[in-house]
């Protein structure tokens, strides 16, 4: 028997949550099972008390708009996992257990999820099944998803019944009856959900060489439903030293509700042993860096077929001839595309040019998705930073802000203007920025925040401070560096000035859907091809978990681009 309790998802929203005791002799794991979509979390009784599951704590949910909660569906896929990454650290804090001591069952869209957690999240538990993921759904229409995104334009809200029948899920009559019969079963979906997942699973499966969890794929053999070919894509990606394939013969997509499901079930219980009794933690870290680093050299110096090398030229000409027709290409073209002042116009969002023309290539410039990637890392950056202020006033802590590299910082501006009782520091090496943000302070007469010139990888800037931070921000400015040797000089500096228990926010960029495009149009503040090494989440919490610091929390844009992570030192 399963109870029910509450937890809060991404925005706050209650969801309804389900717990099965353990029926064994409790081994202080657990298991976190996934419903697939449509379904509920009410479906899992059986799974969750298979004989091999008795010594585990058992832990589901309801996705949004799914099962007994009624309340509006998730339009935004990346909603749902956030949704999970809030339910994982419910469930470590309901069963006080640590990420590595919990295990993750996920079907078909629930192992998109899952994926995409993994990738974006960069969090180490101890392993996953994905049940016949659904990085890919079978439509059938030709250009279905094309269509649906047009007429997402027209209709937001577009909702869509699902063509998939009981009888294409499960060789089991009795099952068929019962998903027949189940009046929690939701028939249709949110038209930008599955847009949305298709676009995600896309990125997630291109890029699982940064996913290094154990990770067990059943796929099935007659699946109707989605494609066994991108699940092979994806686990032949995967950088993980443990992982394991499994085509199951005869299987229609709803695996565990198949006639023959104890097959998949004992696979699941014996591949989750194993990633349990793994007890010597493997470093990736290297690998890791390998990767984005051929990925960065291929940008830089590899070959580009016919299509992008006519795409870019044509860009670059529209650029060199018509871009002073434009006040954003205008000012990146003096500053550079990666400088303070062209971010300063990104975030303003307003087209501007010298005419029609001009602010039609303005707008299309500002649209790009990498800028939208940047507009909405600041808005994370702000929510995170007023939380962290607000709750360290209701502990009394009197709150000193330092930005190491934060250009003429105008957030930082709206922050002192905001709370007049928190002091703040911005450094940067430019004196031009520090001119201008004084500037800032002098039209808006604040007085609890200075600006200073100081080079943020110079490890002697930290030394003998003056200003004692309990709060860093690092923003936008590591993602400009490719060499961690540069960036680990911050690091260790920020490292040695904050106490026990401060706080430090720090931004990434794990991906980038232009990297190619970027790099053979647009230039950098030094007048050179702007190429960019991303770094994994796994990569950036490495290295500042071996300066002392835990990571508490992260936000991250619709796209995957840029995050914004809040940790703790300890």
Known sequence: MSTTMNFYGYNNRELLARKWENTGDYNQKVIIILH???????????IANYESFSAYKKYSYDYRGHGAEKGEPCYEFMDLVRDLDLFVKFVKEDAKVELKDIFIIANSVSGVVTSTWLHDYGLNIAGVALVAPAFKIKLYVPFAKQGLALALKVKPKLHIKSYVKSKVLTHDIKEQQKYDNDPFISPDIPASQLVTLLNTAERVVKDASMITVPTLVLSAEKD??????????????????????????????????????????KEISDFMEQSFSLTEEINYL??????????????????????????????????????????????????????GVTLDYIYQNKANGTNFFGKFMDKTYLSAIGWKGIRQRKVNLENMLERVIENLKQENVKVNILDIAGGPAKYLIQMAKKYEDVDILVRDYQEQNIEKGREYVKEYNLTNISYEQADAFDKKSYENMEFKANVVVISGVFELFNENDTIQNAIDGVSAILQKGDTLIFTN?????????????????????????????????????????????????NDGIFTVTRAKKV
């Not at 697939?36 to 059986?46: A, I, K, P, V």
Request: aromatic letters at 12%; charged letters at 25%.
């Open 509 to 557: 960029q794990p991906y980038h859907p232009q990297l190619s495009e970027i790099s053979n149009v647009l230039m950098n503040h030094q007048k050179q091809k702007w190429t960019m090494r991303l770094r994994s989440e796994y990569e950036i919490n490495k290295l500042f978990e071996n300066a002392g610091f835990e990571v508490q929390e992260m936000l991250i844009d």
């Open 286 to 339: 290297e690998k890791l860096i390998d990767i984005k680093e051929i990925e960065k050299n291929k940008v830089a110096y590899g070959s580009l077929c016919m299509l992008d090398k006519v795409r870019f030229t044509v860009q670059r000409f529209f650029i060199n001839q018509f871009g002073h027709l434009s006040n954003g290409i205008t000012i990146g073209k003096k500053y550079g595309f990666d400088s």
């Open 224 to 265: 109707y439903v989605v494609s066994n070919a991108m699940q092979g894509d994806f686990y032949a990606n995967l950088s993980s030293k443990y992982k394991k394939f499994v085509q199951l013969d005869n299987f229609y997509h709803g695996v565990l509700y198949e006639t023959e499901r104890d097959i998949a079930l």
């Open 36 to 46: 697939r979509g449509h379904e509920h979390s009410q479906r899992l009784d059986e």
